[in-house]
């Protein structure tokens, strides 16, 4: 550091503003931005004129120039980007517009202002090839204009003003980038965060006390958060006050300011308001305090943030709620929505102002803790939750356990006060049924997964999902998963095959898992079962009414068109879960389960008749007649020897393939004869199970396949294989052979340890099936065994069909954890919507 | 894909003059490459008394599943295109047609060089199709043949031999018996009407179609009474390859994943199946008690919300009172014909700038539908899952919350007047509930008191005194906040 820059002054400029360069053409505003900001922080107009007409200096390009400038820096500031902008801006017109611009995306304007003689501008443009032609009167104009506006910037809006007088003081000055007031993301807490107080001093004392603080000092070294509203209505604001603003000064709390505090310490300014809603009763005790506590109050108050920005932006504290776009951001219009929300300008029945519910509509990743909305029960809704459980009224006072987001109340000793409306039945978007919101799911769209990044969803497959989501699909609070689609094994060629188990092993062990499960595929369709304990579990977690669960198809339909028989089913369900001790066992009440219910006929009736039967119908007519007649033939001396021997092995073929399918049927009646087969425990409370070892998994589905007392599940036959011992991989062929050989479909092999990961770091497929040679007739064709199809069909492409199931297993993973971390229904239903798009990807239905 | 033909002879007209006919020698098995496979000829029975000719067609079905070079990765077919699993090889449909009409093609123009005076005169002549599919049954066939001359023998096959209860399927096995018609007729009779009776979507038709149908019916079409059904079936497979160009690929694959056919899940366009727009037009009596009802609340931008095809969007276009109207519904299918049918990439700017159609979905909240002055839900509500409907109530109630929102749907109780709907049937495959006008004002009433409107009820068509009008409307009117705090 040279002496003179110590000797500068120090300029501070807040670190998300719109910086407002003011000086002469000439008085060297680039050469101050390009020292003080980063190149990307600067837009210049010269830039911009350039852009639009390919000369930095046509001025008949200005007005264009300046709408792409306006452009840029409104970009920018959306993104929450400082800019600074390097234009004149003598003028006042011009400013007035970049503040409307700072305003409009609540950041500070703040005004540098480079005063340097006209002299020295005008030496320095005649020193500039292109500027050397600039007339010396306009140099003169901006100058005095310049003069002319010093004294009017923070009148104009401009929140800070710096003004540099000469070229030493703007040559010596330094820029020091400030925090935001609201930006506390380096504080990390833990925090307790309480909601609105209102005078009740006995009870914040118990709540305190509860949360483990003495005397306001929490031992672990907690931070209280208050969410205003501390005072009017109750018994003892004095008391409260003295409490809070303690633990303030000694650093064992923050508070933002509710609209009482505001509106009381606009009182004690001697505004005037009117002494309504409990603020009389503030009033009236304050009183009996002396002046010198008063005066403090009002400091207290006066200091007030209007929001916070904690936990390294995860959590946002204010009083009224806020909407993420002004999260972090700086102007009257944002302290207005955290101090009073937003309403719709309607008023209710009691003549209160209806509130806008902003929560419905919130997407964002912090969680925005608030209060001011008395509800009878604090609940999260889109990763919000409003702490005024309405202690002053005699409900409770609430308090949130940040990171833990536990909950924590005391009640109140009695009501304090009238309650002018009773508290509202249900918080704003609650339990009632309202939708999700268009804007999650329609369009392209990108959904961000912990296990594979971020996965593409093309328009075009969206439209589709929504069509059969919007149409066909159950309660998408009843729909947290859907099966991903599974990849087939790599090509065999081993004779006659098309599929071989031996491809799987080798894959495995080629990814480095050396332990699978070959577990035997179930004859039948995939469902999802979501069994809750009862019609108050699914109530509480899944907010619906009436139903006790779910039962859905691959693609979110339910599976039976009557909800009794799908009660039916879940009741079967739940009493093998009672009996097999799962509900404690695994400390929940609901479970999903991905299983297959057969028979296959029950679900695919339709495909059946009008393909699979028909082929079987058509053939069984028509070969008895081909084959007398070329018998005939034959027996008249025509040659007709090949062509009989080839009609003989066509009709064996269609014979085979009308075995193979009349094994996926069955008559059933009610649920008899209808079989579950559970093969995976997806999910329970708080917790996904995608992770769990299948051998764990088969175990407990095994306690659960015991306990069935109704016929209705079905156990999962498996065997074990190391892909690397070439024993353990023979015995796994052969009961691959002997499964498919008794007419099975096939089997899964899955890596045992579930989510395994290749040595590249890459999820490996969850599952690889290898299906049974006789089941590809109904897939392939009747004929697909002819040596001459065999060797064409060989010629099959996996790879986009394992990308696709790489991405959609990532998407249900996704989907998993999302609903395990409680996370609002939009973001569960997302990844959800998501795999549904995903399966109407073009991609070879065979495999 | 196989049938027979075979005659009788007499001393003086030995049978074997078949071969003759149709130029294929009895003793030989000849074998005719075709685009689809391989067709052979021999005749079974060849002798003065009796002869008979075999038409066999080897389809290559791996062959036929064409290898889209575009669509799918890797050149993998698509799903709509892959077809291996159908009754192709099996059933006689029109490409056993097309192979009859190239393989027998001198004979179908009864041309006949060695024996002119046989071909020009009938002989007993008896046709076996073992596997015919038959969409129509027996019934069709009898009708499509008998008038033409031949006795008809068709018995339905069954579906699955183990499963009677899955009943028949759409083959029949065929016998035509006839000593009235000559060779070449009965040829020209099956070259149209195979295809006729098979009736399938997905097979390629050569545009010069219509001319071949005038050529091979000739002195029999013009005068069959069932002529209007030959000819829009047989040309129908052209319209058909439209039908096909505007398959939703994307929800075909999700049927597939399902195993479902795509015409459960596609079925958002309803072909004209509607029990009662026949009897009255009520559908137009259901536009015009909308239009009625929107110009009465003096709403100016609409919402069409379920446009389907776009009629009423059509309707209100005509009307100039009526400044923006956004036609939404879920299926692209409707949105599709219903752009088609408004002629939107045609109309004139200013036209075009009162309409707007898109996908939207009343299963979520839609901040474009928000601030306009009205939403029509014309039949829109029966086709909700009744669990989800109170998503419907607050995306259009809470959320959109337009001044006006009209509800028509039908009325259940009037269902016994249509003669032609079978007792207990919704009107609509697609119906998930049809209500009584007490369950319709309950819902309305509980929606209208939950959201702040005003609700009044109305018929649309006759008003019977006993079961009420077919269609049952409610006017809901946002109730004003001022009027409300006074």
């Known amino acids: 550091m040279t002496e003179t820059q110590h000797q500068g002054r120090v300029l501070p400029v807040t670190d998300l503003s719109l910086v407002v360069l003011v000086g002469a053409s000439g008085s060297g505003k680039s050469t101050f931005a390009r020292r003080h900001f980063k190149p990307t922080e600067v837009i210049s107009s010269d830039f911009c004129r350039g852009l639009v007409s390919d000369d930095e200096n046509d001025q008949s390009a200005t007005r264009d120039a300046f709408d792409v400038l306006h452009y840029i820096a409104g970009k920018r500031l959306a993104a929450g980007r400082r800019t600074v902008v390097d234009a004149t801006s003598v003028q006042q017109d011009s400013r007035r517009q970049l503040i409307e611009l700072a305003r409009e995306h609540d950041v500070l304007p703040i005004a540098i202002v480079l005063d340097v003689p006209e002299e020295v501008c005008a030496e320095r443009n005649a020193a500039r090839a292109d500027r050397a032609g600039m007339p010396r009167r306009v140099i003169h104009r901006h100058v005095r204009e310049l003069r002319r506006s010093v004294r009017h910037l923070e009148r104009e809006g401009f929140r800070k003003v710096h003004i540099l007088r000469g070229v030493d003081e703007v040559e010596a000055a330094s820029v020091v980038t400030e925090r935001r007031f609201n930006d506390l993301t380096h504080l990390t807490g833990p925090f307790d965060i309480i909601g609105d107080v209102h005078g009740c001093s006995a009870e914040l004392d118990a709540l305190l006390g509860k949360l483990g603080y003495t005397d306001g000092v929490h031992p672990d070294g907690r931070t209280a958060v208050f969410v205003g509203d501390l005072v009017d209505r109750g018994p003892d604001s004095p008391g409260v006050l003295r409490r809070v603003m303690a633990m303030a000064a000694a650093g064992s709390a923050l508070c933002v300011p509710g609209n009482h505090e505001n509106k009381y310490g606009r009182y004690l300014k001697g505004r005037r308001v009117q002494l309504t809603h409990g603020l009389a009763e503030t009033v009236e005790q ?8 008063r005066q403090r109050v009002r400091e207290f108050i006066d200091g007030l943030v209007s929001h916070y920005v904690l936990d390294g932006g995860r959590l946002v504290v204010c009083h009224a709620g806020l909407p993420e776009k002004y999260h972090g951001r700086t102007s009257g219009r944002v302290r207005s929505h955290a101090l009073y929300g937003d309403t719709t300008g309607e008023t209710d029945e009691f003549g209160l102002p209806v509130r806008y519910p902003w929560a419905e509509d919130y997407r964002g990743r912090a969680a925005v803790v608030y209060g001011h909305t008395p ?27 940040w990171p833990e987001r536990e909950l924590v109340d005391v009640p109140a000793e009695r009501v304090w006060y009238e309650p002018v409306k009773p508290l509202r039945e249900e918080a704003p978007g609650g339990r009632d049924g309202r939708p999700l919101d268009l804007g999650d799911v329609r369009g392209r769209r990108a959904v961000e997964t912990r296990y594979a990044g971020r996965v593409a969803v093309r328009e075009e497959n969206a439209a589709a999902a929504l069509e059969v989501m919007s149409r066909f699909a159950v309660d998408p609070r009843l729909l947290p998963y859907l099966p991903p689609t599974m990849a087939p094994t790599a090509t065999s060629r081993v004779e006659g095959y098309l599929e071989h188990p031996a491809e799987a092993f080798a894959q495995y062990a080629a990814d480095g898992v050396a332990r699978v499960v070959c577990e035997e595929k179930h004859m039948g369709s995939r469902a999802v079962a979501l069994v809750c304990r009862d019609a108050d579990a699914a109530r509480g977690r899944f907010g619906t009414d009436r139903v006790t669960g779910a039962l859905y198809t691959r693609t979110g339909r339910p599976f039976f068109d009557d909800e009794a028989v799908t009660e039916e089913v879940l009741g079967r369900l739940r009493s093998a879960v009672d009996a097999a001790g799962l509900w404690a066992g695994l400390d929940t009440d609901w479970l999903l389960l991905d299983a297959e219910l057969m028979p296959w006929s029950l679900k695919a009736s339709g495909l059946l008749r009008s393909q699979y039967a028909a082929v079987g119908a058509a053939s069984g007519a028509v070969f008895p007649g081909v084959l007398a007649a070329v018998t005939g033939a034959a027996a008249r001396g025509v040659d007709v020897a090949g062509l009989l021997a080839r009609q003989r092995e066509r009709a064996a073929d269609a014979a085979a393939f009308t075995d193979a399918y009349r094994r996926y049927c069955w008559s059933t009646e009610g649920l008899d004869g209808v079989r579950l087969a559970p093969f995976q425990l997806l999910a329970v409370r708080g917790r996904s199970l995608a992770g769990l070892p299948h051998d764990e998994q088969l175990a407990l589905l095994d306690r659960l396949v015991e306990h069935d007392g109704s016929g209705l599940l079905q156990t999962t036959r498996r065997l074990y294989v190391d892909t690397g011992d070439p024993e353990s991989v023979r015995a796994g062929v052969d009961w691959w052979l002997e499964l498919t050989g008794r007419g099975g479909e096939g089997m899964v092999v899955k890596p045992v340890a579930a989510q395994a990961r290749d040595p590249q770091g890459r999820l490996v497929q969850p599952g690889i099936k290898c299906r049974g040679r006789e089941y590809l007739r109904i897939v392939y064709g009747p004929e697909y065994t002819r ?18 199931a790489i ?18 229904l939009w973001r569960v239903h997302e990844a959800v919507f998501a795999v549904l798009a995903l399966e109407s990807e073009p991609v070879d239905p065979r495999l | 894909m196989f049938l027979t033909l075979g005659t009788i002879g007499t001393p003086e007209r030995p049978a074997t003059d078949l071969g003759f006919l149709l130029h294929k020698h009895p003793d030989n098995a000849q074998a005719f490459s075709t685009s689809y496979g391989t067709a052979h000829v021999f005749y079974p029975e060849a002798d003065a008394r009796r002869c008979t000719a075999a038409l066999l067609l080897e389809v290559d079905a791996v062959a036929l599943v064409r290898r889209g070079k575009a669509k799918g990765r890797g050149g993998a077919p698509d799903a709509a295109l892959a077809q291996y ?30 024996r002119p005076e046989r071909a020009a005169e009938p002989l007993p002549l008896r046709v076996e199709v073992p596997a015919l599919p038959a969409r129509g049954g027996p019934d069709l066939v009898r009708n499509l043949f008998e008038p033409l001359g031949w006795t008809v023998t068709a018995e339905p096959v069954a579906l699955d031999a183990e499963f009677p209860e899955w009943g028949d399927s759409r083959y029949v096995r065929l016998v035509l018996e006839s000593r009235t018609l000559t060779l070449a007729e009965a040829l020209r009779h099956l070259y149209v009407l195979l295809p006729v009776l098979d009736d399938a979507k997905h097979y390629w038709v050569a545009p010069d179609e219509v ?17 209007k059904l030959i000819v829009s079936r047989y040309l129908s497979r052209r319209w058909s390859l439209t039908r096909q160009a505007m398959e939703r690929l994307e929800l075909v694959r999700l049927a597939e994943a399902d195993d479902s056919e795509v015409e459960q899940i596609d079925n958002a366009v309803a072909q004209e199946t509607e029990t009662e727009e026949k009897p009255a037009p009520l559908a137009v009596l259901r536009r015009e008690a909308i239009l009625d009802a929107l110009r009465r609340s003096a709403a100016t931008r609409v919402l069409d919300l379920g446009c389907g095809q776009g009629q009423l969007v059509q309707a209100l276009l005509k009307d100039p009172s009526f400044t923006e109207i956004v036609g939404v519904d879920v299926s692209m299918r409707a949105l599709t014909i219903a752009s088609r049918r408004l002629g939107l990439d045609r109309m004139g700017e200013r036209q075009a700038a009162r309409v707007q159609l898109f996908q939207g979905s009343l299963a979520y909240t839609d901040k474009r539908l928000k ?12 086709h909700v899952d009744p669990p989800r409907l109170s998503a419907l109530e ?44 007490e369950e319709f004002r309950a819902w309305a009433g509980a929606v209208a008191g939950r959201h702040g409107y005003d609700v009044e009820f109305g018929p649309v068509g006759a008003d019977d005194p006993e079961v009420g009008p077919p269609t049952q409307m409610a006017v809901f009117t946002l109730v004003a906040k001022e009027a409300k705090a006074a």
Request: net charge negative; glycine share 8%; charged share 25%.
């Open chain 2, 211 to 227: 001319d071949k149908l005038l050529r091979a019916g000739e002195g029999w079409l013009p005068g069959h009474p069932e002529q």
């Open chain 1, 807 to 824: 991405r959609e297993y990532a998407l249900g993973l996704e989907a998993l954890d999302r609903l395990a971390d409680a996370e609002p």
């Open chain 1, 375 to 401: 509800v009878p029960e604090a609940s999260w809704l889109n990763n919000t939750v409003c702490l005024d459980t309405g202690a002053v009224f005699g409900g409770k006072l609430t308090a949130l356990r």
């Open chain 1, 787 to 804: 040596p001459d199809n065999l060797a064409r069909l060989r010629q099959r492409f996996l790879n986009h069909k394992r990308s696709l």
């Open chain 2, 85 to 114: 699993v159908n009754d192709r090889p099996y059933a006689a449909s029109s490409l056993l047609a097309v192979a009859l009409g190239n393989v027998f093609s001198t004979a179908l123009r009864g041309v006949c060089h060695a």
């Open chain 1, 286 to 293: 304050m009183d009996q305090e002396s002046e010198e506590f």
């Open chain 2, 394 to 437: 607050y995306a259009v109630f809470g959320s959109a919350r337009p001044r006006t929102v009209l509800v028509t749907t039908p009325n259940v109780e009037y269902n016994v007047r249509w003669e032609t709907l079978p007792a207990g049937r919704p009107r609509h495959g697609d119906h998930r509930f049809e209500w009584t006008r």
């Open chain 2, 371 to 382: 601030g306009y002055d009205a939403a029509v839900l014309s039949e829109v509500v029966e």
